[in-house]
């Protein structure tokens, strides 16, 4: 079955970076929508960056302007590049692909931003 991976989660100090990556195990087709979410603790999922309509992004207003999404279809890879993190991007961070039939996500990769 399709699977998405993922990658590059860690401890960072406020104002850090970090790259995540979600690698999909095989093809999927018919893609609606690509993107990454986040759930911190006592919080509810959220949509921080995604693919719409093609290749047009859209960002949380949390994040626009620190975090780029970005894919390599050669290397069937999503990622998510995390410039300048605060504390509250603190969370558990999930890609997630949505098709006509289904929706697949990753399973998730700690962000945990402290000093």
């Known amino acids: 079955q399709v699977q998405l991976v993922e990658s590059g989660g860690g401890l960072v100090q406020p104002g850090g970076s970090l790259r995540l990556s979600c690698a999909a195990s095989?093809?999927?087709?018919?893609?609606?929508?690509m993107g990454w979410y986040r759930q911190a603790p006592g919080k509810q999922r959220e949509l921080v960056a995604s693919?719409?309509?093609?290749?047009?992004?859209k960002y949380a207003d949390s994040v626009k302007g620190r975090f780029t999404i970005s894919r390599d279809n050669a290397k069937n890879t999503m990622y998510l590049q995390m410039n300048n993190l605060k504390p509250e991007d603190t969370a558990v961070y999930y890609c997630?692909?949505?098709?006509?039939?289904?929706?697949?996500w990753g399973q998730g990769t700690q962000v945990t931003v402290s000093s």
């Open positions: 997630h692909i949505a098709t006509i039939l289904r929706h697949y």
């Open positions: 095989g093809s999927i087709f018919s893609i609606d929508a």
């Open positions: 693919f719409i309509s093609g290749a047009s992004t």
